[in-house]
């Protein structure tokens, strides 16, 4: 049986935005979830991460970004992206018992809370489910630079087969980077992690997605 799972409100500079919130008994940190640019918080992949997280004993709070509350299909630009961020991970701070708080994201959600730490807001360590290292088919456009000046603890979790991160080019990107950052393959997986002939829902494949993201929190208390 899940961990019961409540929605909640977060006000973002006066505009509410929906989030869901499950939180195992003594949880070993907080994950704070968000989804990529074409699917929002209720998307079966992130749930089934949420889920299996919760088993696992770690909290999560998935949230809608602002774009995604007003029904609009283009992501929010970075500034409006980045005070949902903060909005949201002092939302989890305020609910906290004093464990690890982390930010984490599908692809744009991702990168949005990387830029967001680089701004200054607070966070034990950042995950990327997918980073969009460029955009497919143009690796010259790079999206790193803001990267190089963060510390904290990064785990890539990346598809061989993800059109938008090049594998030699997030290699180099993550060895630049330094000791901070880990990249761990999904061999097969593209964007969304999905494998060829391999039938999974995407519930299952987030779920699958768990493991090593929990070890990784553990591994970094």
């Given at each position: 049986m899940h961990t019961a799972e409540s929605h909640v409100t977060i006000d973002v500079d006066g505009t509410p935005i929906s989030g869901i919130y499950g939180r195992p008994d003594n949880p070993v940190a907080t994950l704070v979830l968000a989804h990529g640019a074409g699917a929002g918080m209720e998307h079966p992949f992130l749930g089934g991460l949420a889920h299996a997280l919760n088993d696992d004993g770690v909290a999560t709070l998935r949230f809608n970004f602002p774009y995604r509350e007003a029904g609009k299909k283009f992501p929010d630009r970075p500034p409006a992206a980045i005070a949902a961020w903060r909005a949201v991970m002092a939302e989890a701070a305020s609910r906290s018992e004093g464990e690890p708080l982390w930010a984490a994201g599908k692809s744009f959600g991702g990168r949005m809370a990387s830029m967001a730490v680089a701004e200054g807001m607070p966070a034990e360590g950042l995950i990327y489910l997918g980073y969009p290292l460029h955009?497919?088919?143009k690796p010259e456009k790079l999206r790193d630079e803001h990267l190089y000046g963060l510390t904290l603890p990064m785990l890539f979790l990346q598809g061989t087969r993800d059109t938008f991160a090049t594998p030699e080019l997030l290699e180099n990107v993550v060895a630049r980077i330094g000791r901070a950052a880990t990249i761990e393959w999904w061999e097969g997986?593209?964007?969304?992690?999905?494998?060829a002939g391999v039938k999974?829902?995407?519930?299952?494949?987030?779920?699958?997605?768990?493991?090593?993201?929990?070890?990784?929190?553990r591994k970094n208390r």
């Open positions: 955009p497919p088919g997986g593209d964007h969304s992690f999905g494998r999974k829902s995407a519930s299952e494949v987030g779920a699958s997605l768990a493991p090593p993201v929990s070890a990784f929190l």
